[in-house]
């Protein structure tokens, strides 16, 4: 009989695909610049990996919903170990920018199993067997443990790459992702929720995709949340991968991998101190949109002072700075969000929000990859900044809609307010 504990157990467990996909976060961008690309087709390559996400988000949100959401874990699991064995062998034949372009849109797919489907399992779970504590704690213990599976991966990943090469982290992160497909296979399974199975698929999914959008796009306060991802999401994703190659070249030895995967390290660090001071952040203000907020505005601040400050070790302390600030927010973001949604549609919204993220990724990876090329590193950073400071407004347009889960654990799904024609 499933109870409130063996379900957050079972949570921390799956969590461990992170350790697989983390074991080339440190050495990504340069994997990519080892098999010929420049920096503009690398974080083009990065974006249409963000446009596979968006293509695929809601529609693999809705398997999660019409089917269950341990058949999404499955099959992300699946498809992102045999995407991230073919990315191999493209960079052993150095093979041609479209022929990345496509792979990267199949990593994406993959991921878009993963997003949404996890969340809404255990949220679900934990309400079906009386579950009554602090979801912002339960988060927290997550990104604990998925901090700590991404320093494990992305320092071991980066050794393993100086002493063997750029591929051998990726080859093995195929292999792990086939040993969590049988984790989950044995442990995961769908509690207080009940796969639409009977009837016809496709009318379904086209019944929980309008109540997606009457409960999340209709809904103010969660659709304000989904426009700031559209700035911050692709800054996220540039101000990680780029870090691999300024720090190199910040060091002085564009061959010292090790270092590279520091950034990683150091995030993840940030992750795991981040989950345990979540919920003690979260009470040092009144409402979740303002520790949002204040966490967004510090930032930006960081984001400029990485690409104004351009000495090694000053850098350093700036990425762990701006890693504690995303880690210290996440589970504040997620319990706010969580509060705004009904259960029957949860993966597909959830999965909804990760797609404007994913948006936010295509268009503004190449354009900081492009200022990086003409201008370097360290100024790209600088218009990472001034894109992320657009995204503020928007935080407190959710933050004027006095929303019961700005600050309450749980409430009941915010009805949609009627439009104008």
């Not at 499933?2 to 695909?17: D, E, F, S």
């Not at 990996?49 to 693999?60: N, Y």
């Not at 995961?188 to 409960?215: C, N, W």
């Amino acid at each position: 009989m499933p109870t409130p504990r063996t379900i957050q157990r079972t949570y921390l467990v799956l969590l461990g695909n992170t350790l697989a996909t983390s074991l080339i976060w440190g050495i990504n961008t340069i994997f990519l610049l080892d098999a010929g690309l420049s920096n503009l087709e690398a974080f083009a390559a990065n974006a249409f990996f963000t446009a596979g996400m968006v293509l695929f988000e809601v529609p693999t949100g809705i398997i999660a919903d019409t089917t269950g959401r341990r058949r999404s874990y499955l099959l992300g699991s699946v498809t992102l170990s045999a995407s991230t064995l073919l990315y191999v062998l493209l960079w052993q034949v150095h093979a041609p920018f479209w022929q990345w372009a496509g792979t990267s849109i199949l990593l994406g797919l993959g991921y878009t199993f993963f997003s949404g489907a996890v969340e809404a399992w255990l949220v679900d779970a934990l309400t079906a067997t009386g579950f009554n504590g602090d979801m912002d704690t339960v988060f927290g213990r997550g990104q604990v443990v998925s901090g700590a599976a991404m320093l494990g991966g992305s320092v071991a990943g980066g050794f393993i790459a100086q002493h063997s090469s750029v591929g051998v982290p990726f080859v093995l992160r195929g292999l792990v992702l086939l040993v969590m497909f049988a984790v989950a296979f044995a442990t995961m399974h769908d509690v207080g929720f009940t796969p639409q199975r009977g009837g016809r698929p496709l009318a379904e999914m086209r019944k929980i995709a309008s109540a997606s959008i009457e409960y999340g796009w209709r809904v103010p306060a969660v659709k304000w949340l989904m426009v700031e991802a559209l700035f911050t999401g692709g800054v996220v994703f540039y101000g990680f991968y780029a870090l691999q190659p300024y720090l190199l070249q910040l060091y002085g030895d564009p061959n010292a991998y090790q270092i590279a995967g520091l950034v990683a390290a150091i995030i993840a660090s940030a992750q795991i101190l981040g989950g345990v001071m979540a919920s003690r952040f979260r009470r040092l203000f009144r409402r979740r949109t303002s520790a949002l907020i204040v966490a967004a505005a510090a930032s930006v601040v960081t984001l400029g002072a990485i690409g104004f400050v351009e000495n090694f070790w000053a850098v350093i302390g700036f990425i762990a700075v701006w890693g504690l600030l995303f880690a210290a927010s996440m589970p504040v973001r997620q319990a706010y969000l969580n509060g705004l949604i009904p259960s029957q549609q949860r993966a597909t919204i959830l999965s909804f929000g990760s797609l404007t993220a994913s948006v936010g990724g295509v268009w503004a990876q190449p354009l900081l990859g492009r200022a990086a090329d003409v201008w370097g590193y360290a100024p790209s950073y600088l218009v990472a900044a001034g894109i992320s400071a657009l995204a503020l407004p928007f935080l407190v347009l959710s933050r004027r809609q006095h929303a019961g889960a700005d600050t309450v654990q749980v409430v009941t799904p915010v009805k949609p307010v009627a439009q104008p024609a």
